[in-house]
């Protein structure tokens, strides 16, 4: 569990884990926000949602990714890209 002030938003906080429990993740994260929240109240806008830096990120401000290893379809580049493609996912690196 992290949180990064001024980077590219305000605040951005992000809660990760090895292993597939992504509701546990979800909660951990939903408890941090809450947490932050009732001390430092979130810029809103009635019609925009939640304000930040850039306005591709207005709304609910909410990303989320899932970084998994292929090893068999990492070795053939193109074919990753191929598969990522179709799925509209990004082909990133197993670091971030």
């Known amino acids: 569990f992290l949180v990064w002030c001024n980077e590219e938003d305000h605040l951005r906080i992000i809660s990760m884990q090895m292993g597939g429990d992504l509701g546990q993740v979800f ?3 939903a408890s941090a926000v809450s947490d ?3 001390r430092v109240p979130f810029s809103h806008h009635d019609r925009l ?3 930040t830096f ?3 990120n207005l709304g609910t401000t909410v ?3 899932v970084h ?3 090893p068999k379809l990492a070795a053939n580049r193109e074919k990753l890209e191929e598969v990522a493609s179709k ?3 990004q082909v990133r690196g197993t670091r971030g």
């Open 27 to 29: 909660r951990r994260l």
């Open 36 to 38: 932050i929240e009732k």
């Open 49 to 51: 949602g939640f304000l």
């Open 54 to 56: 850039c306005p591709t």
């Open 63 to 65: 990303r989320a990714s």
């Open 68 to 70: 998994i290893k292929l």
């Open 87 to 89: 799925y509209s996912l």
